[in-house]
């Protein structure tokens, strides 16, 4: 089963998607190219540039997927977002779920730590 992660760079995601390829799942991790993926060297997954904020990068990302991990959310980790900014974890989970109904992947597990 292929699997796509959100937030993968971060301790839960990485701890995750470890665990995943250890029992014969596929992983592609969705990635922005600032994201510090070093928990994720070494391990045998996909990566795909794209953000949870970018409704197109989503789309292409859940192509082939059968259940996504939503690992990706504000933290204190990321920079401070600008008054008005977009949420992670509020619009980021609303773009998800929209780029996965029109895909049709059904399956979401929802992480959050904040």
Partial sequence: ???????AWGTPGSQL???LVEKGFAVRALLEPDDPAALLRGLDIESV?????DAE???NALAGVQAVFNCD???YFRASRAAGAPSRTV????????AMARVGVEGLVH????
């Fill in 1 to 7: 089963m292929k699997v796509l992660i959100t937030g």
């Fill in 17 to 19: 998607a470890k665990h």
């Fill in 49 to 53: 540039a794209g953000s949870v904020l």
């Fill in 57 to 59: 990068a989503l789309q």
């Fill in 73 to 75: 959310s504000d933290t």
């Fill in 91 to 98: 619009e980021g989970t609303r773009n998800l779920l929209v």
């Fill in 111 to 114: 992480i959050g730590t904040a």
